[in-house]
């Protein structure tokens, strides 16, 4: 059996598997699902509200006069006024200081409202006088706020425009 080779037997080569092997793709998903059921639960924090406790029963109290909020209104003939009472330019500075002195640190915001006509230099003058005056905060204000009343008229009820006279 010395001379006798011996012959490796070699399989013919099969036909290729075009079959895709599924196993490491479950292996995969039940990994992360594992992963995704431990981790979600850790997600889910509790938001605290703190919500306050109403009373039914209780009326609201009435604004005090100095707590509201200072509008100065400035025409197009340079004239001011401070909520609805119209003030000399001169005297302008000494009445929003006393107005304002009367208010807490905080509180201390004034509103310019100035027609479309008024001279820039003007309102400029006005917001320097206010922030000489104390004025923390400086607000431009476009629009009239509802039920305003403005140098005795009110703004909630608008007054129809006059009739064209022919």
Known sequence: ??????????????????EINVTPLVDVVLVLLIIF???TPLLEK?????VPDTEVDQEPTPPDPNDQQLVVQLDKDGGYSINTEKIAPADYVT???RML???KADDKVVF??????????????ALDGAKTAGAKVLGMATELPQNAI????????PTPPPAPTP
């Open 1 to 18: 059996m010395a001379g006798r080779k011996q012959r490796q037997w070699v399989k013919p080569q099969a036909q290729p598997n075009s």
């Open 37 to 39: 059921m431990v981790v």
């Open 46 to 50: 509790d938001i605290v509200v703190r």
């Open 95 to 97: 009445r929003l200081k």
């Open 101 to 103: 002195a009367a208010k």
């Open 112 to 125: 310019f409202m100035a027609d479309d006509a008024t001279n820039y230099g003007r309102l400029i003058t």
């Open 150 to 157: 403005i140098q005795g008229t009110s703004v909630d009820t």
